[in-house]
């Protein structure tokens, strides 16, 4: 979808964090696998970026999963 990784970065600076690293694989013509790498100051501020993030991919119907 055009737009979405521009609206994923806006949300992750929105939430005070920056992004270090980001790779992207495309599975196939349908899925793509966005792997951000974010510095965060504590468990709490990685919860409140994680659940803005949620918020946002659920209301679009997207699949998510989260790595630690």
């Known amino acids: 979808q055009r737009g979405a ?3 994923l ?12 690293n ?3 694989s495309n599975e196939s013509g349908a899925l793509s696998a966005i792997d ?4 965060v ?3 709490v ?3 409140h970026i994680m659940r803005h993030l ?5 209301k679009k119907r997207r699949f ?3 790595k630690y």
Do not use: C, M, P, Q
């Not at 951000?36 to 510095?39: A, D, K, P, V």
């Open 45 to 47: 501020h990685l919860a």
């Open 5 to 7: 990784l521009a609206k």
């Open 41 to 43: 100051n504590n468990r």
């Open 64 to 66: 998510f999963s989260f």
């Open 54 to 58: 949620k918020r946002y991919l659920s």
């Open 22 to 24: 980001l790779e992207l």
């Open 9 to 20: 970065a806006a949300i992750i600076a929105d939430t005070d964090s920056n992004i270090e």
């Open 36 to 39: 951000f790498t974010i510095s």
